[in-house]
């Protein structure tokens, strides 16, 4: 819908006004609101003209003196148009009423150039002047009646002042074709405007959500356009008046108007550190101003930890929950405990156990009960991976690093890892090398790309695990005592499946009737002689080897109830001591590790629990298992 404003010229101008609007093509789009001429009324109170126009309007129609008043106060106006053939016409009409020697005109000059052509077909004496303004009109009617004229020709305002001081005058009108023209040239701005107002709206959004403060400045380095987030950084108040010079004094302002760039430069501003770029802003002949981009270095960094937590939708999320570690072993709901407390501190963990104790699933469930648990769980087995294959996987790379690089280089994982848990499987093999980066990393939170010139700060809390002792290895100098102790702050040493002794057949069950082989099995249960087979056996294995086991067991098996026979089938080792161990001889070597912590530490209970990883009150209830109390 257009909304129209028309300041009727006179009063019978309406019908003129009405027919063009009932003709016009687009009479549905358009809403008209018709004003009273106060041109008159200024004129003898020698006021400005004032019109109280309806909220709503998109532009004003108007003639003459309201036209030229409204447009000097900066209100979109289309001025009815007044022609030399609308002079002309008066002053045909003035001539048949009035017979006049002397006429005065008051039109615009436009109309003005054309009349002065036409008027020398009459005998009379013509005096053309020019509408200077509603305060002019009263003066220059004062000079048409010094000068003589008989009748005057002009706009209502002006005729009713000649009435006044007794000079007859004829009203120059305007045509239909002079109103339609008016409202099609309405229409037209109309668009325009509101086709240039969505286009800055458009342009207002792009730089309102922009990641990065946006300002530009003019020649002069005066800023001229600035984005919200540039404002709330600088503290600016919306149309501040504020030189480039007093935010950004780093940037080399006349030699970025003289045609340099600047690119990913770094400053700082006040305590905070940013990123910037400075370019020119082209004219046809000169550049005509600068801008700048920048963002906060904190900004890039969250932005960065963003799009690391994209890595959760390629696979790096912690699977496993305490709630998933089926057990009814005491000493394994232990462990479960003491690892649901490390669960709640950022130290780094260092679990020790065999090959197949749950290693992983234990360091998943820490980091799935963890505030870190909406970020992303890395895991990465540091045995199966080369020295340099292993550098780059850590610690990513950039394009070009080496030969075979990706284009465009790779995040490493501890990138990958930023706000979560990274899962160093056999920690004890890297080589090193690795150990002195890697301690580099824990220590200064930071990394550097292979082949890169800047350091990437990371926030990763670390699990690592072994099955060696690296306390020994540390004694022979195979693993830097640095970096234990950067590993080691809270220590889990898992027990062996045969130290739980209540979990053998527990698992069993679970890996069998729960389906997790994803193997078809008639097995409903096993026999009485084929679970003291299980029980009697050492699983050297631990947990893996018994899922391997029921695997097998699955597949050999074929009737409801898996017998002994079969049972000794899929053991991995036949030889089976079928003789069940009493729980108090599952342990020996976890008893002689106690012997020889105790007497490493002369008797010290608290500094023999520190060194096995154990609270004092697993370390007392061992003792009085193995009758060392």
């Not at 690089?405 to 080589?431: P, Q, V």
Request: hydrophobic fraction near 40%; charged fraction near 25%; charge should be negative.
């Amino acid at each position: 819908m257009f909304h129209l404003t028309v300041i009727k010229p006179y009063d019978d101008a309406e019908t003129e006004l009405r027919s063009a609007l009932e003709k016009h093509q687009r009479r549905e789009e358009l809403s008209v609101t018709l004003l009273d001429s106060q041109a008159f009324s200024a004129a003898v109170s020698n006021q400005p003209i004032s019109y109280a126009l309806p909220p709503d309007t998109d532009v004003v129609i108007a003639r003459m003196y309201s036209a030229f008043e409204l447009e000097r106060r900066g209100i979109p106006t289309v001025e009815v148009a007044m022609t030399g053939y609308d002079v002309i016409m008066a002053v045909t009409e003035c001539i048949e009423n009035y017979h006049p020697d002397k006429i005065a005109i008051f039109a615009p000059a436009s109309a003005l150039v054309e009349a002065k052509k036409l008027s020398a077909i009459y005998p009379q004496e013509i005096i053309f002047l020019e509408s200077a303004g509603i305060g002019r009109l009263r003066d220059q009617m004062a000079d048409a009646a010094r000068l003589g004229v008989d009748a005057i020709i002009a706009g209502h305002a002006a005729l009713r002042l000649a009435e006044g001081i007794g000079i007859p005058g004829t009203l120059i009108r305007s045509s239909e074709s002079n109103f339609t023209r008016a409202i099609d040239e309405a229409i037209q701005i109309i668009e325009i405007t509101r086709a240039e107002t969505e286009k800055r709206e458009q342009l207002q959004n792009i730089l309102e959500f922009s990641f990065e403060g946006i300002l530009s400045a003019d020649e002069e380095g005066k800023i001229q356009l600035i984005n919200h987030r540039a404002r709330d950084f600088f503290g600016l108040r919306e149309g501040q008046d504020v030189h480039i010079s007093s935010l950004l004094p780093e940037v080399n302002y006349a030699a970025v108007l003289g045609g340099a760039t600047v690119r990913e430069e770094i400053t700082q501003v006040g305590e905070r550190v940013i990123t910037y770029n400075a370019v020119p802003i082209r004219g046809e002949k000169e550049n005509t101003g600068v801008v700048v981009t920048f963002q906060q270095a904190d900004t890039i960094r969250n932005l960065e930890g963003k799009i690391r937590k994209q890595s959760h939708k390629k696979g790096f999320t912690a699977r496993y929950r305490f709630s998933d570690i089926v057990t009814a072993s005491p000493l394994m709901r232990e462990c479960i405990e003491t690892a649901e407390r490390y669960s709640a501190v950022r130290s780094n963990v260092l679990l020790v156990g065999a090959t197949g104790t749950g290693k992983e699933l234990v360091a998943q469930s820490i980091h799935a009960g963890s505030p870190r648990s909406n970020g992303p769980f890395v895991a990465i087995n540091c045995a199966s991976l080369s020295e340099s294959l292993l550098e780059s996987e850590l610690f990513g790379y950039v394009d070009g690093a080496f030969t075979g690089a990706a284009k465009g280089g790779k995040a490493g994982l501890f990138e990958l890892a930023h706000n979560g848990t990274i899962f160093l499987d056999e920690i004890a093999d890297i080589s090193p090398r690795i150990q002195g980066e890697l301690l580099r990393v824990i220590q200064e939170r930071e990394i550097i790309r292979l082949g890169a010139d800047r350091v990437t700060p990371i926030d990763v809390r670390i699990i690592s695990a072994t099955n060696q002792d690296l306390r020994k290895k540390a004694e022979t100098g195979a693993f830097r005592e640095d970096l234990l102790y950067r590993l080691d702050v809270l220590k889990l040493t898992l027990p062996p499946l045969r130290a739980r002794g209540e979990d053998i057949l527990l698992l069993a069950e679970h890996f069998i009737h729960n389906r997790d082989l994803g193997v078809p099995t008639k097995i409903r249960a096993i026999s009485e002689e084929g679970r003291r087979v299980m029980l009697a056996y050492s699983w050297p294995g631990n947990i893996r080897e018994l899922r391997n086991f029921c695997e097998r067991l699955c597949v050999l098996c074929d009737t409801t109830i898996a017998d002994a026979e079969v049972v000794r089938r899929a053991m991995e080792r036949r030889s089976v001591d079928e003789t069940p161990v009493p729980a108090q001889e599952t342990l020996p070597d976890e008893r002689e590790r106690l012997v020889a912590a105790l007497r490493r530490t002369n008797g010290s209970r608290r500094a023999a629990a520190e060194e096995l990883g154990w609270s004092k009150s697993t370390l007392w209830r061992r003792m009085k298992r193995y009758g060392l109390l």
